[in-house]
Structures are given as C-alpha cells and as structure tokens.
DNA sequence: CTATGTAAACAAC
DNA sequence: GTTGTTTACATAG
C-alpha cells in the first residue's frame, strides 16, 4: 500500500503521528487509570469496556490508530525474471484481455494466472496461494485501470479493464493555504486498540466504502477515519477539491453504537458544540486536560439533504478520552453532507498548475 | 522520493 | 471460506 504522503502530494507533508508517546512521562496503562478512575464513581461497570476488560486489550498502542508492529516481510517477489511480467496489474491486464468478454471473476483470473504462469502455479499446489492471492485481489482493488462489473443475483462481479481510467491524478497540486490544526503537541496519547474492542473501531467499519460495493466506485467517503487521522482527512478533501467528484459518505454508527448510552444524535453544530463543551467540561473537571486535544477541522454543519449519512464529528477530539458507558457524557454525532463540508472548506485550498 | 510486493484488518456475503 | 477495500510496512531502484 502507498504511504499516504506517497498517494496525494501535499506541499507540506502533515507530520506523521508520532509512534512514541507524545506525553512520556505517562504510559498509557497510566492514562487509561486515570480515566478509568475519573469515571469510576459514575460508570456500572468501570472495568467494562463494551463487554471487554482492559487486561484483555492486549494490543493496545499509544499514539497512533492501528500501528501494526513492524513484520519481517518476504523479499518482493521477481515477477519480471520468474514470469515475464512486470507487476501484478500487469498480469491481470492480460488475463482480462485474454478473455472473450474482456471480464473476468476474481476466480476466473486466479485459474487463468494458475493455467498460465508456472510459478504461481507451483504455489498454489503447494498450498501457498495465499499471498499471490491477496496480491491479485489488492492489484484489483488499488489499480484504477480494474473496475467491477455487477451481476444480477451473482457475489462475485466481473473484473473489467479500462486504461483510461487511470488518468487526472496529478492535473494539479493543492497547496495548503490555511493553517489546520495537527497532533497537539501536548495531547494525550491516542488510546486506540486496534481491535474490536475499541469502542471507536466500532465506528470505524462504517466509515469504509464498502456499502458502495454495489455502486461504481465514484462515490466514496469523505473521512477515514476519525480523529487522529488528519492526513486521511485532508487528503481526501484535497481529492474532492481536484476531482470534482459527487462525495456521499457512508457514516452511520453501527446498530450497537446507535443504541449504546454513549451516543447522541443531534441535529445542529449549536447542539453538537453544547454536548462537547460539557463533556470535556466533565473530563476537565475530573482532572482531564482536554484542551489540547486535536481539533476537527470543521465545525460547520449544513443541514441538507444527504442520504442518512451520519459522523461522529468532534470538535474537539474527546475521542482520546472516550469513557463508554459514562452516564454524564453522550458523544454526539450528526448529519452531514459531504459536499457541503468541501464547500465549506473548498478556500483553504487552492489548485496550483 | 516512486512503484510495488507482502501481510493483514475488516466487512459483507 | 470468498470477495473486496483499505492500511501498514518492506523493498527495489
Ligand atoms: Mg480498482
């Protein structure tokens, strides 16, 4: 996958969420104390986290969403000597053309690749068709070139090939031309297992694109992720300012989100900012200095019309400090429009040739 | 730096 | 388990 600076050209690189604890002197086993303590005398369960104890959270970072920790990879793969071919899409590219229809099922390209390339071949009698699989569906899904075809009453669509659709991406650069709130310096450590039991990763399934698999990939989600992803965000801002696409999210909670204590839904930013002014007036007053938690970048809501989209928008990223099941605090989340989101911060941008 | 190979998380089916 | 999207990280040049 593309580092992100890699994938969009940003005149000043956002700085990268530091790996180490931006607060040092505190591990973050210290901080989830802290907070657990702070809400102790309100929460039933204040071990409880959605049904899972800290002890359990065994994978557990600091300052960063979903930092895996490094792997030793096998060396890449020579596709040029082994086969010919150049890369993976190339590959694809061909399997595709060989087809009399020009489209192919995911399998379909697996048993052509198979037929036709010893190697992978080899691979996959020995049962080691796992990771050229994985290649092949990633070539898929990251190439533009790939697109799917939809079948009535059929999973599997067809893959179809199309070069011109890899085109525009670098018609201009958009430089940054106001200033966005980063990492504070002195934030609290993002406390973010990367697993299921984090109660924001609940809400970070719903901001993938993947209810658009049965749409055309034009429609995608504006935001990544919440909170410390700031470069996602701006990236994709920044894609939405260059390529004028129709952006719709896919931001609904999850039925569990929806329906747990800890969430509110509101329906205007004045609401939204009151729910957050009190809950970080409550971590403050249990001791908590949120006031240097990253900030989102918008905090305008238009109300308009836009499926049923909804995000959990903090102004101020509380989310650092999440307490689920806080009988005090409600984390409200709205509506939104996308577009009118790029509208609102289409001038902090600007295209250069 | 860019391009791309490898691994895997995650969701939907 | 399969299909698909995405992120993270590694390596080659
Ligand atoms: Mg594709």
Redesign the pocket.
Known sequence: ???????W?FTK?PKRIA?EPIVKEKSVEDIFNELLESANEFMEEPEDLFGFRYEDLSDIEEG????????????????AKICGF?????IIEKAIHCSPDKML???QI?SWIEENIPYFRSLTESKNS??????V???????KQ?Y?VLREGQ?????ACDMNRIRNEKVGKLRKISHQPQQAEHSIPTFRP???T?PT??I???I???????EE?IV??IF??LSS?FE?IEAKKKQACLENVHWAHDLSL?EQCRNSNSYTNVSNVDQFNTFNDFNRQTLTDSNHDVSNAPQMAFTTFQNTSLNNSSIMTPVQDISTSFIPNHPSISYPFMTLDDQAIIEHEKHLYEVTP
């Open positions: 996958m593309r580092g992100r600076s890699q994938t050209s690189p790996k960063s969403v979903n930092q895996r920790s490094p792997v030793e990879h096998k060396k890449k793969t020579d596709l150049q890369s993976y899409h190339h099922t995911l399998n697996y796992k990771g050229w699989k994985n290649s569906r990633h070539n898929l899904s990251l190439h790939f799917r999973r599997a669509c067809l893959w990367r697993s299921k984090d990763a609940m970070r399934p719903t993938k694109n993947l209810r658009n698999q049965n990939n995608k989600p990544n992720s992803r996602a999850t």
